[in-house]
C-alpha cells in the first residue's frame, strides 16, 4: 500500500475502534409487568407471540438484541429507531395509558399492519418472523380492535 493509503486505512481502523466505546443505553427493562398490553388484554399465546415477535423489540421496555448491536455505528441506528418507535406506541405501557390514547395506539396499529407500514421493512429484512403473512395480519389486527372496543366503552360500575 502506498503510504497515504496506509494512513487512511489505519486512521479509519482507529476511529472504527474507537467508536466501538461509545454505547447507547440498552432497552432492557424487567419483564412485562400489568400495564403491558400482552398481560391487560389477556392474548392467547398464539397472538401474543405474534405481537412479541414483531412489534416488541421496537414498541416495549424490552428488546432482543441481535448480535451485531454491539457492532457500532450499527447499535447507535437501533437505539435510535428502539427511542423514536417507543415515543410512539410503547405496548410494555398500555394499561397506564388514557381510555382515548388506548384506542388510538389500537387504530394506529390496526392500520399500519394492514397497510405493511409496521414492522418497518428493514426489520422484515433481517427478522423473518416479522413478516406477517395474511392469516397473521387477521389474527393480530382483530385483537387490536377487540381491545379497542373495549378501550371505548364508558368505565363499568
Ligand atoms: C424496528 C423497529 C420497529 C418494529 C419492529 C415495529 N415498529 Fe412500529 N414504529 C417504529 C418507529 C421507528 C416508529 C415511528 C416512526 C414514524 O413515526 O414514522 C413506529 C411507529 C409506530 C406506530 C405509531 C404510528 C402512528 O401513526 O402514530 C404504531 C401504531 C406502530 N409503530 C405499530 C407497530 C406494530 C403493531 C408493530 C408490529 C406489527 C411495529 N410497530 C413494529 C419502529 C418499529
Same mark, same amino acid.
Given at each position: 500500500?502506498?503510504?497515504?493509503?496506509?494512513?487512511?486505512?489505519?486512521?479509519?481502523?482507529?476511529?472504527?475502534?474507537?467508536?466501538?466505546?461509545?454505547?447507547?443505553?440498552?432497552?432492557?427493562?424487567?419483564?412485562?409487568?400489568?400495564?403491558?398490553?400482552?398481560?391487560?388484554?389477556?392474548?392467547?399465546?398464539?397472538?401474543?407471540?405474534?405481537?412479541?415477535?414483531?412489534?416488541?423489540?421496537?414498541?416495549?421496555?424490552?428488546?432482543?438484541?441481535?448480535?451485531?448491536?454491539?457492532?457500532?455505528?450499527?447499535?447507535?441506528?437501533?437505539?435510535?429507531?428502539?427511542?423514536?418507535?417507543?415515543?410512539?406506541?410503547?405496548?410494555?405501557?398500555?394499561?397506564? @395509558?388514557?381510555? /382515548?390514547?388506548? #384506542?388510538? %395506539?389500537?387504530?394506529?396499529?390496526?392500520? +399500519?399492519?394492514?397497510?405493511?407500514?409496521? $414492522? *418497518?421493512?428493514?426489520?422484515?429484512?433481517?427478522?423473518?418472523?416479522?413478516? @406477517?403473512?395474511? /392469516?397473521?395480519? #387477521?389474527? %393480530?389486527?382483530?385483537?387490536?380492535?377487540? +381491545?379497542?372496543?373495549?378501550?371505548?366503552? $364508558? *368505565?363499568?360500575?
Amino acid at each position: 500500500m502506498k503510504p497515504i493509503r496506509k494512513r487512511i486505512f489505519v486512521g479509519s481502523l482507529a476511529v472504527f475502534a474507537a467508536i466501538q466505546f461509545i454505547r447507547p443505553t440498552e432497552n432492557l427493562g424487567p419483564a412485562p409487568g400489568g400495564a403491558d398490553f400482552i398481560v391487560k388484554a389477556a392474548l392467547p399465546p398464539d397472538a401474543a407471540q405474534l405481537l412479541a415477535g414483531a412489534c416488541y423489540d421496537c414498541h416495549s421496555d424490552h428488546t432482543r438484541y441481535p448480535w451485531y448491536a454491539e457492532i457500532e455505528p450499527v447499535g447507535w441506528w437501533l437505539g435510535h429507531h428502539i427511542e423514536h418507535g417507543k415515543e410512539r406506541a410503547n405496548f410494555s405501557e398500555f394499561g397506564i @395509558l388514557s381510555r /382515548k390514547k388506548q #384506542t388510538d %395506539l389500537l387504530d394506529n396499529a390496526v392500520d +399500519a399492519v394492514n397497510h405493511d407500514s409496521m $414492522p *418497518p421493512w428493514t426489520y422484515r429484512l433481517t427478522h423473518p418472523a416479522a413478516r @406477517l403473512d395474511d /392469516k397473521e395480519k #387477521t389474527l %393480530l389486527t382483530a385483537w387490536f380492535q377487540r +381491545a379497542a372496543d373495549a378501550a371505548a366503552l $364508558p *368505565p363499568k360500575g
